[in-house]
């Protein structure tokens, strides 16, 4: 048996797979992505990094002569970033430099030579938002906003998508970079008229605004950006809808309120004279309690 032949059953045996978990808050300056192997590994070697759930699911070539851009998805276009000697180290890690709630996912490092797999790591990867927003308004408030902003590059195809999920799911409003936006029937939710035009700071607001809140409409609201097709951006914000403090009254109290109902029937008084107006005897009666 020839030595070349020999070294061809051999490179199937080196083939292994890693698991990683990585987790990062969004706004963070960059996240490391980690893939290790040995040298004779590596060498004169082609290591692709990409998503498996993406359409374009390249993330960041390197080869022998550099890094390749040309298959790149571009969401990730300026993002990505090996070390210069990667392949001759063995450290093929990837430094993924602004992330964003849209890179969470399930990333393989992928090493081939001439066409045959040697190794495969993956590494999952888990962006998080630094805080849950919670916005509190009181039933019968002109309006309230949901906020959800980004600064990532929005150059390509977008569309937002706000969705409630709880207590039920639903699509109540879309936007797209076309200029077409969907909203609910009612005429109670709408978005700012150009949200890709940004702040001067680059910041787009994709915030939604609810006229007219009701105890109905609490619940998890959640935005969700996309460029091309894919996610780019999630926002998650609970709205909590209370109730107005004459209802909360009226509830410790049904006595008073019941009795205050019943003097705001028309008829006359044992004086003879005529009950106030309603609104007038409400308020008495509100402010007696």
Request: hydrophobic share 30%; net charge neutral; glycine share 8%.
């Amino acid at each position: 048996m020839t030595m070349n032949l020999r070294l061809q059953l051999l490179v199937p045996l080196l083939v292994s797979q890693h698991a990683f978990g990585v987790e990062v808050y969004e706004g963070d300056t960059s996240v490391l992505l980690p893939c290790q192997v040995n040298v004779y590994v590596s060498e004169k070697s082609t290591v692709v990094w990409s998503r498996d759930e993406l359409r374009q699911e390249k993330v960041h070539v390197r080869q022998a002569s550099g890094d390749d851009y040309g298959d790149q998805n571009k969401v990730y276009t300026n993002r990505t970033s090996m070390a210069t000697d990667a392949l001759q180290t063995g450290d093929l890690s990837l430094t993924l430099r602004k992330p964003t709630i849209g890179d969470s996912g399930s990333y393989n490092c992928t090493i081939r030579r001439r066409g045959k797999l040697l190794s495969t790591t993956e590494v999952e990867l888990l962006v998080k938002d630094d805080q849950l927003k919670v916005v509190e308004v009181t039933e019968g408030t002109a309006s309230v906003e949901l906020p959800c902003t980004t600064k990532a590059d929005l150059t390509g195809q977008i569309k937002v998508e706000w969705r409630r999920s709880v207590p039920h799911y639903m699509i109540i409003y879309i936007y797209g970079d076309d200029g077409n936006q969907t909203q609910d029937v009612s005429g109670r939710r709408e978005m700012k008229k150009d949200p890709l035009r940004g702040s001067g700071e680059g910041v787009k607001d994709f915030s939604l605004t609810l006229k007219n809140p009701q105890l109905d409409d609490g619940g998890v609201y959640i935005c969700t950006v996309y460029r091309n097709g894919d996610i780019l951006r999630q926002k998650i914000v609970v709205l909590s809808v209370r109730e107005t403090w004459i209802k909360t009254i009226r509830g410790l109290f049904p006595c008073c309120t019941n009795r205050s109902r019943a003097e705001q029937r028309p008829g006359k008084t044992e004086a003879g004279e005529k009950n106030e107006a309603p609104e007038t005897q409400s308020l008495t009666a509100t402010q007696s309690v």
